[in-house]
């Protein structure tokens, strides 16, 4: 027997049995402190948790001294959490009442709220408030299309208009006109291929009017819409970011706006400004 069977031979027999089992053990247990303390195999901490942004929009009604009295969510199937958390901050805003002939009455309009969950120290999310606003509802989206030309990160436009809505809710485009042009590469040619786009999806939207002493009010709003990304151009980094074409929103896109076109009457406004720090309800202190 050569001299590595003979070391064999004697670790498998007697007292050298032990032995070798413990030398073995005490090998294999510094191999995984090795693999556990080395900062390249060990497993990667869980990410922080991020901020969620929420966008709710509730029906409400206004009383004549610009408080909501009910409030019915758009979407149906908002998270019953989300829900609550809305419609604690819909109760704490006031509203310029609407007017019929400088008299205050009551209304009926489309609260957009803006809602930010934070995450806290104790593993739940504290709701912010953001941004608030009113106008009439959306009930049916018109397809929006981006112009074929278009090729990912070389494009990109802000594009608000304004219109006017008839009785029904559907859109006059004989009253459509440019109220914003902003566009990454500018371009009449690219001008006139938004527009055409905007067109196309303000002919298939249908909204829900506002309402003043319950009746619905024709209005002019306007409307404003991101293609590509937005007219900014993204950072290099942001272009390389792996596992996604979307690029950045650098812009944030205006909200919904109206005014009545009926004389004499005015239509209720919801007085926010966001703060310096955003609201939080009750429920997140």
């Known amino acids: 027997m050569g001299a590595a069977g003979s070391i064999v031979a004697r670790i498998s027999a007697g007292p050298f049995r032990v032995s070798a089992m413990s030398i073995i053990s005490r090998c294999l247990v510094l191999a995984l402190a090795v693999v556990v303390a080395s900062p390249s195999l ?42 609550t958390v809305a419609e604690a901050f819909a109760r704490r805003l006031t509203f310029t009442p609407a007017r019929k002939q400088g008299v205050a009455v009551p209304g009926g309009t489309t609260l957009s ?55 029904d809710g559907t859109t006059d485009m004989g009253t459509m006109a440019t109220e914003r042009m902003e566009l990454r590469v500018p371009s009449a040619f690219a001008e006139a291929r ?33 293609f590509g990304g937005g007219p900014k151009k993204p950072k290099q980094n942001e272009e390389e970011r792996r596992g996604s074409s979307k690029l950045p929103e650098d812009v944030e896109v205006p909200a919904l706006t109206a005014v009545s076109l009926a004389p004499g009457i005015e239509l209720a406004k919801v007085d926010y400004t966001a703060p310096a720090k955003a609201v939080a309800t009750d429920a997140a202190k």
């Open 113 to 167: 709220m803006v809602i930010a969950l934070e995450p806290r120290a104790d593993g739940q999310y504290g709701p912010h408030l953001r941004r608030a606003t009113n106008g009439p509802g959306v009930i049916e989206v018109g397809k929006t299309v981006a112009p074929k030309y278009q090729q990912g990160k070389e494009n990109g436009a802000l594009v608000a208009v304004a219109v006017s809505l008839l009785a």
């Open 42 to 83: 060990a497993a990667d901490p869980a990410p922080a948790p991020k901020t969620r942004v929420e966008t709710v929009s509730l029906r409400v009604t206004v009383d004549a001294a610009g408080k909501v009295q009910t409030m019915k969510p758009s979407d149906p199937q908002i998270a019953a959490g989300l829900l």
């Open 194 to 226: 938004y527009l055409d786009a905007i067109k196309t999806s303000l002919r298939g939207t249908r909204f829900e009017l506002d309402k003043v002493d319950g009746v619905g009010i024709p209005e002019r709003v306007s409307v404003a819409y991101r």
